[in-house]
């Protein structure tokens, strides 16, 4: 009894000092983000070099925080009416976990985290930076951290406790309770949160007023680890959706989607301009503004999936602290770095000159066309909530408006992307480039045609993706072979830096996820029927048969189970075996579609309802390059992980630090 | 986090989408009425197609569409059918009626706008450029050049 009393004890210690090291943090952040700002002014040394133990301390006061509130969910610490709200004891360990993030005010302290994590990582590896510009960026990081721990104490405190503890919590939703899903807000919040670090380097430097090409080596490595987590975020959202919400749709368009999609598209663009900015010292002023306005996303994705503004108005104005919290995070943080910028952009002369047809161009291409159509996600997301208040009428925007807007961008991309990765720095000529690229475009034409002649009548669709696809992977090649001096070197190949394989590989995962997106909506197969048990039926070259429905019980859940053998030619190839479950705590019922996962196409079946005759309403669906989607989204993410490998970042800070170019003239 | 609200909608009918006692005989009449029904919205979910949706009232419009195509209507007339009932809010693919125009317009005037400015900043660019190569090196300096790698 006493023992149990100590455990109970000691577990509400620990919640409490999880809460005590929150508003610790919160006061650290406070001065990190004055204290260091004010010394870079007056060049007090001692007071600049106070940002680095307060962004660490920061950090790992953050950590205890989130390590005691992961700690009440694993022990099931009902005190605590989040953790009420969000598990149950009988919950797998994993979703236990998982569950720490899977609510409003987990996720934002997870937020908060990252915020730390990045401000730390700066404060460590950050040696090579001039002293007056590490201690701006770590005073804004931890003024970006001052905003989120004043939102989360004030409106979202994760630590609240309830007078009465019930005897057991009310269960996460089961369509959280998925590994796919328990590691994407994670990787999305990483992505998130790692644009800060492009915000406050842009911020830094527009108050010290000086970019140069070293800014754009510093600010690149981050901006590409923003990028690289935000694909594989949302990538697992999507291949979350496709397994798990029963008729393997990937891509939504939902207002929460795009919320992601937006920041990815500018940090996509905002990787390449800053390419040009360590390379040619050119691009300056509107890479400031895009790193500015990338965050900007982020809080704004932030924004709309916390504010519930865009699914519906009222639900924003029945409680709308939260909302307008963030929204005046948003206005101060993205309307101060604007006004910063408007004041002291003109002080960022262009050095680096260059050619229409040039490296230089191609980029500010690629830059124009993914903000555009960042642009056009934007307007879209927005347009049903302007449009209802601006002119009364109640409509919607969904996929078809985003795929006739927002795909000819990506067309276009896709077609001049192998060009422009082919030209030279400074001044190039077109015709040469395309020339070296000749094969390419043969080969990838042949293979359209190919196609499209095999599949006689349907849509162009296909054999469009399977050109764009093939044009970019055979163009990264072509690359690639080019950097080797075109000597086909396999030594050669492999001493290429790290930056030319990452482009090489991101590129090609571009290609792949294309022509998969444009494969499965073109060559999709379905079908929709009442099975009768041991009844065979016939789905392309498929021989399915419904053999059994039984009723199985999970851990907190009961499932209605079928058996479903699959044939291909006469021989066995696997039995599926798709769900339908309820979940008794939570009182919701999902289906668990079974895949058969192959290298060309997934085969995916989903069980329904039981018919009165006794059969059973069975969907089965054919998925060609299914798997190439996140295949493609893997590839893009291995390039960025290998650009950032590449040892001239290091080299770079390593330079810096020995030249000791210290102050820097203002 | 995605589409819960809708799928918290839904819990009352586990049924899926389109059920095998709704597709009509005709396949041709059917795959105009699937190809309809994706740009319809479900009225009480979020941003989700009639055609996806489990909702009972999502099973109600397909049926509802599958049966004026069956009295003959065109595809226009079956759409103009739904939307005099339920506004325009169940397209999912807006008009360019009205303000619409706006919504449509947006995309390709942004990146007429963007493309000038890029164009106008690379051809200032490329200018320069042939300025900086101009007056790089006089004749002077180019004898001098030659002079020095001459040496």
Redesign the interface.
């Known amino acids: 009894m006493a023992q149990a009393f100590c455990g109970l004890y000691i577990q509400r210690m620990i919640t409490e000092l999880g809460h005590f090291a929150l508003i610790l943090a919160f006061l650290v952040a406070i001065v990190q983000s004055v204290v260091p700002l004010i010394g870079a002014a007056k060049r007090w040394t001692g007071w600049m070099a106070f940002a680095e133990p307060a962004a660490i301390s920061q950090f790992l006061l953050t950590a205890f925080s989130f390590a005691a509130l992961v700690w009440a969910f694993t022990t099931s610490d009902f005190s605590l009416r989040i953790v009420v709200e969000n598990s149950h004891s009988l919950k797998p360990m994993l979703y236990k976990v998982s569950g720490t993030w899977g609510n409003h005010e987990g996720s934002m302290l997870l937020w908060v985290l990252i915020v730390t994590i990045f401000g730390a990582m700066a404060a460590v590896f950050g040696g090579g930076l001039p002293p007056t510009l590490k201690a701006r960026v770590l005073a804004i990081q931890g003024a970006i951290g001052v905003a989120f721990f004043a939102f989360i104490l004030f409106t979202s405190n994760p630590f609240d406790r309830l007078a009465v503890p019930p005897f057991d919590g009310r269960d996460l939703?089961p369509?959280?309770q998925d590994p796919g899903l328990a590691f994407h807000?994670p990787f999305l919040y990483l992505g998130y949160v790692g644009l800060s670090m492009a915000f406050s380097f842009a911020v830094a430097a527009l108050i010290e007023g000086r970019v140069d090409a070293a800014w754009g080596r510093w600010v690149r490595p981050w901006t590409l680890a923003a990028w690289v987590f935000l694909t594989i975020g949302i990538a697992l959202?999507s291949w979350?959706?496709y397994y798990e919400?029963?008729?393997g749709?990937f891509w939504?368009?939902?207002?929460?989607?795009n919320a992601s999609f937006m920041p990815w598209l500018l940090a996509a663009a905002l990787l390449h301009s800053a390419i040009v900015v360590e390379k040619r010292e050119?691009l300056k002023s509107w890479t400031i503004l895009l790193a500015i306005i990338a965050f900007g996303f982020s809080l704004i994705g932030t924004f709309i999936?916390r504010s519930g503004l865009l699914?519906s108005v009222h639900a924003f104005a029945n409680d709308p602290e939260r909302g307008v919290f963030i929204l005046l995070i948003m206005v101060v943080f993205i309307g101060g770095a604007l006004t910063l910028f408007a004041a002291r952009a003109q002080a960022m002369e262009?050095k680096g000159?260059?050619?229409?047809v040039s490296r230089?161009?191609a980029l500010?291409?690629n830059?124009?066309l993914l903000?555009?159509?960042c642009?056009?996600v934007f307007?879209?997301t927005m347009?049903p909530m302007v449009?209802e208040m601006?002119?009364d009428?109640?409509?919607?925007?969904?996929?078809?408006?985003f795929n006739?807007?927002?795909t000819p961008?990506m067309v276009a991309l896709g077609i001049a992307l192998p060009v422009g990765a082919m030209l030279p720095w400074?001044?190039g000529r077109l015709g040469r480039a395309a020339w070296s690229l000749r094969y390419a475009f043969i080969l990838a034409v042949a293979l359209a045609v190919l196609v499209w002649v095999m599949q006689t009548g349907r849509s162009a669709l296909g054999p469009i993706g399977l050109f764009l696809g093939a044009w970019i992977t055979f163009g990264a090649l072509v690359d690639l072979w080019s950097r080797t001096g075109r000597s086909g070197s396999i030594a050669r190949l492999f001493r290429l830096p790290g930056a030319d394989w990452g482009k090489a590989v991101a590129h090609t995962g571009l290609g792949v996820t294309m022509f998969a997106v444009a494969g499965l909506t073109a060559w999709e197969v379905e079908d929709?029927?009442?099975a009768q048990p041991g009844q065979p039926f016939e789905v392309g070259q498929f021989t399915l048969t419904l053999q059994d429905v039984r009723r199985v019980q999970g851990p907190n859940y009961y499932s209605t189970m079928a058996d479903i053998g699959v044939r291909k030619n006469g021989q066995e190839i696997t039995t599926l075996h798709p769900e339908?479950r309820e979940y008794p705590v939570a009182?919701?019922?999902t289906?668990e579609a079974a895949i058969d996962y192959r290298f060309l196409r997934d085969l995916y079946v989903?069980i329904?309802?039981q018919q009165s005759d006794g059969g059973w309403?069975v969907?089965t669906y054919i998925k060609p390059l299914a798997n190439w989607i996140w295949a493609g989204c893997i590839l893009m993410a291995l390039g960025g992980a290998l650009s950032l490998s590449d040892r001239r970042f290091r080299v770079a800070a390593g330079a810096q630090k020995s030249s000791k170019s210290g102050v820097p003239a203002e | 986090m995605k589409r819960l609200v809708l799928i918290v909608l839904l819990l009352a009918s586990p049924a899926l989408a389109v059920q095998p006692d709704e597709i009509l005989d005709d396949p041709a009449l059917e795959a105009r009425a699937r190809d309809l029904s994706t740009g319809l919205r479900c009225l009480v979910c979020r941003n989700e197609s009639i055609d996806e949706s489990n909702a009972e009232l999502a099973r109600d419009l397909r049926i509802l569409l599958r049966e004026r195509l069956v009295a003959g209507d065109t595809d226009q007339e079956a759409v103009d059918f739904i939307v005099a009932r339920y506004g325009e809010y169940v397209l999912l693919k807006p008009t360019t009626s009205g303000a619409n125009i706006l919504l449509w317009l947006a995309g390709p005037a942004m990146l007429l706008i963007a493309g000038a400015v890029g164009f106008a900043f690379v051809s200032k660019r490329a200018r320069s450029q042939k300025a900086d190569t101009a007056d790089r090196l006089t004749k002077e300096e180019q004898d001098r050049l030659r002079q020095i790698l001459e040496d």
């Open positions: 939703n369509l959280l807000p959202g979350w959706a919400l029963g008729w749709g939504f368009w939902d207002p929460v989607e050119a999936v699914t262009a000159v260059f050619g229409m230089e161009s500010i291409l830059n124009v903000a555009v159509s642009f056009v307007f879209g347009w449009a601006a002119f009428r109640k409509l919607s925007v969904g996929p078809p408006f006739a807007a927002f961008f400074k001044r929709i029927r009442v339908k009182q919701m019922p289906t989903v329904g309802d309403v969907r």
